[in-house]
């Protein structure tokens, strides 16, 4: 990211010296896409969700302190590229994106601001379960060649420590009781419990070994089972 | 890799949920009972309905719209005759033989069809702006068809896959219809074929804001969408507006609950009653939503808020513009940006109405 930072800082520092309306849609737009790219690094589930593979292998723990640090740094970085433009040199297009951009990184500042990550698991719209659905195999995450195989394990690796961290912060949460109503821990524990499944037939992370394209060699889909089952990568 | 690393940290997730988080859970619903749990509730409006409006407002708002919908269902009650009340005749709506008419899935796909054909005359009047983007109607394929709700899955930006409509028919002999008119306003055409086709063929918007969504915006227009029925030549049927009536409230109930359970103390029981009472949902089907509601505060706040509000600046740009209001330019005003903050699309049209007067 730090690369990224100092690219665009140059950007701005060129657009500051020469500011026409030409210039200022130039500038901007690059520090639209450069938002996007970096936010695909961060979030990268969500590259995934949009068919982009470049991330796949990996799963960022959302819930460290440093990740947070770094997402304040990354939405307050932009908020000052942004607020180096001058509103009246932008088109309207432009400037409604600008507007967009800026919504967008005040919302997730303020959400940073509370302490969504000690409740980091319910029974209805959090990480566990998109990762339950990518390993169902019919989700974003795609299994259609040895290198989609190879990139869900190493981001499996990601995921186990992003489950002993869920405990961790659920701890803390205790502490300072930041917990999750009752009636909702038990719609959650079931869920759990269904992973705990050891039939290779039946678990649910297991799917993508029952369901190997038919282009592998039966060598190729012997070391992947396996892999999947037990080993993956250290 | 399942066995010796998923299943260990779920286990170990398992045991510490049952003999540890699970008795020191909370008895409250609402998340004011958190440490800035009413600050956090304030944001969560804010993100989900991209407005400023207070939690008082929308609670009354929603007390407002359920009035509002149970007299129009009232309405629909008498008009056919209907002896009973509200309650009775969803009931009665729900197993009545004229509204589960098909023998064979294709005639459910057929009907769609049909619906489509029916209002495209009037969509040309209304739309001025309509995606390129191909689009079917498809039955929900048979292995996840049990589970499924009825869906759009947007085309592929090269337009070689269609926007596609996918409507769940596990059984046939079970498929009441009355609400069909509405879910493809709603699903289909002008809903989410149009809002998303539209937003991903449009060249000229950055990449951040091609994959951009807020459900304020993308359901709020959906909900809009299903409003638009009679405009467009649809809901003649007595139960086919019932059939929107009953999505409608749905969506208001919300309004009440949400802001009850995180600001005015209601607990889930209460919240699942009031559903219960105003609406034709199962018991199981209320509590699950209602937990929804708990897990994420404010998130179904979006749809009605989105539709109110959508529907509020036509409402505005019709009385100043009078003649000089032309409803094809404002869809066109709403879609043509793609997914933005409610409180910006205000600004938009609040600067198209200056330029237009």
Known sequence: MNKSIIIISFFV?????????????????????????????????????QGDVRYNDFLPNNLSDDFRDKEKLFYNEYINYLNKFDDSLLGEEDLLSKKILLWECDRNLERLSFNEHLTPINQMW???????????????????????????????????????????RMKE?????????????????????????????????????????????????????????????? | MVLNKVIPAYQDLYDFMINDYLDKGRDSS??????????????????????????????NLGLSEVARISSEMELIKNKVNFNGDLKSFFNYVRGLDELIPFKNPDQVINNFNEIHKKMMPNINLLFGLQPNTPFEVRRTESFRE????????????????PGIFYVPIPNIDEYNFFSDEDLFLHEAIPGHHFQISLQQENKSLPSFRKSLWYSAYGEGWALYSESLGKELGLYEDPFQYFGMLSAEMHRAIRLVVDTGIHTKGWSREKAIQYSLDNEAESESGITSEIERYMANPGQALSYKIGQLKIRQLRFKAENILKDKFDIKIFHQKVLESGCVPLQLLEEKIDKWIINTI
Request: proline letters at 4%; a negative charge; aromatic letters at 12%.
């Open chain 1, 13 to 49: 520092f060129l657009f500051l010296s020469c500011n026409s309306k030409e210039k200022s849609s130039e500038e901007i737009n690059k520090i639209f896409e450069s938002y996007y790219q970096e936010s695909l690094k961060l979030y990268p589930l969500s590259a995934t969700s």
């Open chain 1, 126 to 168: 959090t990480l566990q379960l998109d990762m339950g659905q990518n390993a169902g195999g019919l989700s974003a995450q795609p299994f259609k060649t040895i290198n989609d195989y190879n990139n869900w394990l190493k981001r499996i690796d990601d995921y186990v420590i992003w489950l002993k961290d869920a405990k961790k």
């Open chain 1, 173 to 234: 949460g205790v502490e300072s009781n930041h917990v999750l109503p009752k009636s909702l821990i038990k719609k959650v524990i079931p869920q759990l419990e269904t992973i705990l499944n050891t039939d290779l037939e039946t678990n649910l992370f297991y799917s993508p070994a029952r369901q190997f394209p038919s282009s592998f060699s039966i060598d190729e889909k012997a070391i992947l089972s396996n892999k999947v089952w037990k080993y993956g990568f250290e």
């Open chain 2, 30 to 59: 609402g998340i004011d009972a958190l440490e800035n749990g009413i600050s956090y509730y304030d944001y969560s409006i804010k993100l989900y309905t991209t407005t400023s409006m207070s939690s008082d407002e929308i609670h």
């Open chain 2, 146 to 161: 049990a589970s499924a709700s009825a869906e759009y899955n947007p085309g592929s930006l090269d337009g070689t896959r």
